[in-house]
């Protein structure tokens, strides 16, 4: 069965979607995600979507959703890579993934993660203030 | 009805110079276009109207022989928009024929008071037809023109900047309607992308009012930016527009707005981890810099 790969990186996890998400898939990766997450105690998620062309309600609800059940495991989610595109319809959908971090590029993600994780809070604030 | 045809033909060259004696005395545009040219579209839509009411009669102006003179006023009417003429002098040019006209049909026709009459009321009904087709030409236009600008106006008024490695500005001008916004909003994205910056400054010194409708158009162009990893600063609130804000119930607790571009870029600045810093040189350079740097900072 088609399968999002969820690929460890010391305490992080990493995910690229490069496939064209459905409904299962999305759903196989929530599974997917929460599991790794208590397995390995993963302190972060990284979702990359830059390949992600179309998207609606429903991925954008998964993102949120990954992001929720990572917090409650006690992992910081970020989503990088995000196509304009990709931004404008979640706008118009009327999502603004409240609680998602994002950045630009897996380096920026990077960035936040490991930041959070050798300089605690300081960088979090520094990026929602 | 050839009538009317044969007394233009026959006195063509006395109806043109009245024609434009009239027109003259009553606009005259010598500065938008000369004698000359004026003389010979007068000549040649005077021979179209000859072709016109000997082909298909003075009363049929949609049949094919008035095709000729459809066109060529279209035409004349067009390029008078362009060269800036009134729609009063568009339509002048056409109705200043009656006079001329009518007082050639009285001559020829003036001991026949019936066919004074027809001849006089079908002309007139003809030429204000040939008036109503200018006007209507010089408006779709001036409309041609008026869409070409707006056109212009949104590509012009929505450049992105890039003030620092990974600072973007933009400028909005004019007020932010939903077209604009989905312009403003794909060009940030696409510069966000393109120069991989963290923040964007979105400056509204020239937009002249925001209400709720540009608060919400302003809101999602943040939230597309934040989603894609970017941050924004709104910059260029005035007095007034901070007032209207406060006053509107507009909730902009979760968006950083500054007073100025300047206070704007120098929190981007800091947050990036860059700082500015006078050089030595120029403080050697004026004394009193040094005397007055601190107060500055």
Not at chain 1, 42 to 62: A, K, P, Q
Not at chain 1, 63 to 78: P, Y
Not at chain 2, 84 to 110: C, H, N, Y
Not at chain 2, 258 to 282: E, M, P, Y
Request: proline share 3%; with cysteine.
């Amino acid at each position: 069965m088609e399968r999002i790969p969820v690929l460890r990186m010391g305490s992080l996890l990493l995910i690229t979607i490069q496939v064209d998400m459905h409904d299962k898939l999305a759903l196989q990766l929530q599974d997917d995600v929460t599991e790794r997450i208590s397995e390995w105690g993963s302190t972060g998620v990284l979702i990359d979507i830059s390949s992600l062309e179309i998207v609606d309600s429903f991925i954008g609800r998964m993102l949120a959703n990954i992001a929720g059940m990572s917090r409650v495991l006690g992992a910081e989610t970020v989503v990088v890579g995000m196509q304009p595109a990709v931004a404008i319809t979640l706008v118009e959908l009327g999502m603004s993934l409240t609680g998602v971090r994002t950045a630009l590029s897996v380096e920026a993600g990077m960035e936040l993660l490991y930041g959070n994780a050798f300089t605690g809070s300081e960088d979090e604030q520094r990026t929602e203030a | 009805m050839n009538d009317l045809a044969e007394i233009i033909s026959q006195n063509e060259d006395k109806l043109r110079s009245e024609w434009i004696r009239t027109m003259s005395s009553a606009v005259e545009r010598a500065d938008l276009m000369s004698k000359a040219e004026l003389d010979e579209q007068c000549g040649s839509l005077l021979k179209e109207i000859v072709d016109g009411v000997k082909t298909s009669g003075p009363e049929n102006l949609g049949g094919a022989g008035w095709n000729g003179t459809r066109e060529l006023l279209s035409a004349i009417s067009a390029s008078r928009a362009r060269q800036g003429f009134s729609p009063t002098d568009v339509a002048t040019f056409v109705l200043s024929l009656k006079q001329p006209l009518f007082v050639l049909i009285r001559e020829k026709m003036g001991k026949n008071p019936d066919l004074l009459f027809d001849t006089v009321w079908s002309s007139t009904r003809l030429l204000d037809s040939l008036a109503l087709i200018t006007t209507e030409a010089y408006t779709s236009t001036r409309e041609e023109l008026i869409m070409r600008q707006q056109q212009e106006l949104l590509e012009l008024s929505t450049p992105v900047v890039k003030l620092w490695d990974g600072i973007l500005a933009l400028p909005i001008i004019g007020t932010l309607d939903s077209a604009r916004t989905q312009v403003v909003m794909e060009s940030l994205l696409q510069a966000v992308v393109a120069t991989n910056s963290r923040y964007a400054i979105i400056d509204i010194t020239g937009v002249p009012t925001v209400d709720t409708l540009v608060a919400q158009h302003l809101l999602k162009t943040i939230t597309a930016a934040r989603l894609m990893g970017a941050e924004c600063i709104i910059s260029g609130v005035r007095p007034q527009i901070a007032q209207t804000i406060v006053h509107l119930g507009i909730n902009l607790e979760d968006v950083i707005t500054k007073a100025k571009l300047s206070d704007a870029f120098a929190l981007a600045l800091q947050r990036s981890g860059r700082a500015v810093v006078k050089t030595a040189a120029a403080a050697a350079a004026n004394p009193l810099s040094q005397l007055f740097g601190k107060r500055e900072e």
